[in-house]
T-cell receptor
Framework: QKEVEQDPGPLSVPEGAIVSLNCTYS??????FMWYRQYSRKGPELLMY????GNKEDGRFTAQVDKSSKYISLFIRDSQPSDSATYLC?????????????FGQGTILTVHP | GAVVSQHPSWVICKSGTSVKIECRSL??????MFWYRQFPKQSLMLMAT?????????EQGVEKDKFLINHASLTLSTLTVTSAHPEDSSFYIC?????????????FGPGTRLTVL
């Protein structure tokens, strides 16, 4: 079993739709949860960062963490064609190993006009 | 915002040659940097942690003699793929954390695409 599971998609939605992306994890040591966006042939770009259960909102993006279920989500409201990219969840145990991220497989998202 | 650069952005080499990839933090110092590898349509896999002034630490299954890491300064880490073979063809990405007092945000470089013929 992989430490982090993420549905690779691909996911195709019309412009304006609400997008839901999810990851599950098995290791309780993960304490920090991040979502990255990666465009083709580019490095990942940090979208959201959380370290506790609950919701965190930033513009059109909402990150949700449920530590009891080991389940994290990213919601994108009013999706735009420019949101088309691969979305990666990344988890970290924190402490001295904070920077050692374990990534999900990535979900390929296409938002069509 | 913080920027991490990589050079070269892409490289093609013959089998058996060595290739050096540079990772630089442009506006902050990084005592630690991380090297990841990403195969097509797969996620990023951590290869090693680069430590300024000391030896790198490698993840299980990563050959330290094949992937040489040198963290010569607080802004530069290099990854050398020695005696490269076609199976080493991949997208190599580095990251560097910048301490912000609240959390260390990881900034990723743009990646280096290596093709070994």
């Amino acid at each position: 079993q992989k430490e982090v599971e993420q549905d690779p998609g691909p996911l195709s939605v019309p412009e304006g739709a609400i997008v839901s992306l999810n990851c599950t994890y098995s290791n309780s040591a993960f304490q920090y949860f991040m979502w990255y966006r990666q465009y083709s042939r580019k490095g990942p770009e940090l979208l959201m960062y959380t370290y506790s259960s609950g919701n965190k909102e930033d513009g059109r993006f909402t990150a949700q963490v449920d530590k009891s279920s080991k389940y994290i989500s990213l919601f994108i409201r009013d999706s735009q064609p420019s949101d088309s990219a691969t979305y990666l969840c990344a988890l970290s145990p924190g402490g001295t190993s904070y920077g050692k991220l374990t990534f999900g497989q990535g979900t390929i998202l296409t938002v069509h006009p | 915002g913080a920027v991490v650069s990589q050079h070269p952005s892409w490289v093609i080499c013959k089998s058996g040659t060595s290739v050096k990839i540079e990772c630089r933090s442009l506006d902050f110092q990084a005592t630690t940097m991380f090297w990841y590898r990403q195969f097509p349509k797969q996620s990023l896999m951590l290869m090693a942690t680069s430590n300024e002034g000391s030896k790198a630490t490698y993840e299980q299954g990563v050959e330290k003699d094949k992937f040489l890491i040198n963290h010569a300064s607080l802004t530069l880490s290099t990854l050398t793929v020695t005696s490269a073979h076609p199976e080493d063809s991949s997208f190599y990405i580095c990251s560097a954390p910048r301490a912000s007092g609240v959390n260390d945000e990881q900034f990723f470089g743009p990646g280096t695409r290596l093709t070994v013929l």
